[in-house]
């Protein structure tokens, strides 16, 4: 039997009731300490900037207006998730 990516299990056993996503920071909001490598870790993110707990909190407000959306996490990286 196939495993399916974190998420989307749930959002399967909970529809139609509930509906399940997540968000995965990635860049921005950097591990503390890291300020030496945030640079370093700029050079991979396309947008070339951080995005901070504004955009987290724009991508919540997205997946709770967004009810069609289901099993998903979403990454807030800059992009960073397609350069690697």
Do not use: F, H, W
């Amino acid at each position: 039997k196939l495993v399916p990516p974190a998420g989307l299990g749930l959002g399967l056993e909970l529809a139609p009731d509930v509906r399940v996503n997540g968000v995965s920071p990635g860049a921005a909001l950097p591990a503390s300490g890291t300020d030496g490598n945030v640079d370093k870790m700029l050079t991979q993110v396309p947008l070339k900037r951080l995005g901070g707990a504004e955009a987290i909190g724009q991508a919540v407000e997205y997946l709770c207006r967004a009810d069609y959306v289901t099993g998903q996490i979403l990454p807030v990286d800059g992009g960073r998730t397609i350069n690697l």
